[in-house]
């Protein structure tokens, strides 16, 4: 049975940094891309970064270049999502998933606030 579970939201200040991450189970870990999305009140879910299995190749939406990094423990079969810089606009809860299209499994989300 495929498991995602996210952990490492919370409360930040703008300008101030979270690391989530997202740790899988119940798959073969190496076959597949992972994502990051999230979704705001009133907003659709939106991918925010992934990054393949095979060569590690990364993907971040516009919004996010140069303040998110996202890396993965293949030990660990975990993957982090390191969000430096916050926003306001950057509220929202955050989902990991099985792929980059929306299309797999999802983990339960974790709430990111951030706000002064």
């Given at each position: 049975?495929?498991?995602?579970?996210?952990?490492?939201?919370?409360?930040v200040?703008?300008?101030?940094?979270?690391?989530?991450?997202?740790?899988?189970?119940?798959?073969t870990?190496d076959?597949?891309?992972?994502?990051?999305?999230?979704?705001?009140?009133?907003?659709?879910?939106?991918?925010?970064?992934?990054?393949?299995?095979?060569?590690?190749?990364?993907?971040?939406?516009?919004?996010?270049?140069g303040?998110?990094?996202i890396?993965?423990?293949?030990a660990k079969?975990?993957?982090?999502?390191?969000?430096?810089?916050?926003?306001?606009e950057?509220?929202?809860?955050?989902?990991?998933?099985?792929?980059c299209?929306?299309?797999?499994?999802?983990?339960?989300?974790?709430?990111?606030?951030?706000?002064?």
């Open positions: 049975q495929v498991q995602l579970v996210e952990s490492g939201g919370g409360w200040q703008p300008g101030g940094s979270l690391r989530l991450s997202c740790a899988a189970s119940g798959f870990w076959y597949y891309t992972i994502g990051w999305f999230r979704q705001a009140p009133g907003k659709e879910r939106e991918a925010v970064s992934c990054i393949s299995s095979s060569d590690g190749s990364t993907y971040y939406a516009d919004s996010v270049k303040r998110f990094i890396s993965r423990d293949n079969n975990t993957v982090y999502l390191q969000m430096n810089s916050l926003k306001p950057d509220t929202a809860v955050y989902y990991c998933a099985t792929d299209e929306g299309l797999g499994s999802w983990g339960q989300g974790t709430q990111v606030t951030v706000s002064s």
